[in-house]
T-cell receptor, first 115, second 115 residues
């Protein structure tokens, strides 16, 4: 596609509910990143894929967070047993090649509110 | 741990003024530095990417400089326009011995250009 596409754009979840957020990167992009952005803050790194391999998941805040990219294109970020502190914008980004040099392109984010 | 600081946190200026946004980072071992723009409710749009070997990059009315040794970057906006109103985020891409190279973001400068 023309850009990074994320769905759903908005999600309201009841505390304790599981959610799944989808990211379609730009076609052919090898690298895929997930970030979490709380209100008034800069994005915080969650995890990184190079093709289907998850090379870094050091930013995932707890074992309730899980990400996958089984065929090296579409990725899903899953949050189990959501809590209020999970409320944030979840941004997906992709770049053409692996690190380090290329421009990273962001999607418009999935806005998660946990009530 | 890399920390990125942006000053000022917020800025409001009349249309037509030239302005400078500042970014500092604590670890100079970076691959590159990227400036982004974020409009309310939107994702991030890449403005300028400066590789670690470069000193500056220009795009239209925007000029970004990088002084890696001192851990500083500036974004210069010439002849500001109301359409420049947005949050500007600075991010550095770290070097690593392996694994992922995620971006570390500052909290952003919220810019308002008054008509």
């Amino acid at each position: 596609g023309a850009g990074v596409s994320q769905s759903p754009r908005y999600k309201v979840a009841k505390r304790g509910q599981d959610v799944a957020l989808r990211c379609d990167p730009i076609s052919g992009h090898v690298s895929l990143f997930w970030y979490q952005q709380a209100l008034g803050q800069g994005p915080e790194f969650l995890t990184y894929f190079q093709n289907e391999a998850q090379l870094d998941k050091s930013g995932l805040p707890s074992d309730r967070f899980f990400a996958e990219r089984p065929e090296g294109s579409v990725s899903t970020l899953k949050i189990q047993r959501t809590q209020q502190e999970d409320s944030a914008v979840y941004l997906c980004a992709s770049s053409l090649e692996g690190p380090p040099g290329n421009t990273i392109y962001f999607g418009e984010g999935s806005w998660l509110t946990v009530v | 741990k890399q920390e990125v600081t942006q000053i000022p946190a917020a800025l409001s200026v009349p249309e037509g003024e030239n302005l400078v946004l500042n970014c500092s980072f604590t670890d100079s071992a970076i691959y590159n530095l990227q400036w982004f723009r974020q409009d309310p409710g939107k994702g991030l749009t890449s403005l300028l990417l400066i590789q670690s070997s470069q000193r500056e990059q220009t795009s239209g009315r925007l000029n970004a400089s990088l002084d890696k040794s001192s851990g500083r970057s500036t974004l210069y906006i010439a002849a500001s326009q109301p359409g420049d109103s947005a949050t500007y985020l600075c991010a550095v891409r770290r070097r690593s011995g392996g694994g992922a190279d995620g971006l570390t973001f500052g909290k952003g400068t919220h810019l308002i250009i008054q008509p």
